[in-house]
């Protein structure tokens, strides 16, 4: 669990790498844009899209993964205000 853990944390932050470098390459000297259509854009902004939700779900699921394996020494610190809100989700 230790190793899927770290496996889902370096997924997750290797997604994000990768739709900032898609952005940064769209992007001119001033920092706007470059695309060749609307559709274009469409695209892109879907893609970025996808792609920042699945890194925030391996990120999650990684932080998870590792807070349950380490309960004891700092996990409690994850999943306190996961508990709290369970609490409030279920009063």
Sequence with gaps: MQIAGLIS????????YWQRKRKYER????????????????????LD????????????AGVFMLAFEYVDSWGW???LPVAIWMLFILS
């Excluded at 944390?9 to 994000?16: M, T």
Aim: hydrophobic share 60%.
């Design 9 to 16: 944390l370096l997924i997750g932050v290797l997604l994000l």
């Design 27 to 46: 992007s001119n000297d001033y920092g706007v844009e470059r695309l060749p259509s609307y559709f274009g854009l469409f695209k892109a902004r879907l």
């Design 49 to 60: 899209s996808m792609l920042i939700i699945a890194a925030n779900g391996a990120l999650l």
């Design 77 to 79: 610190i994850v999943m």
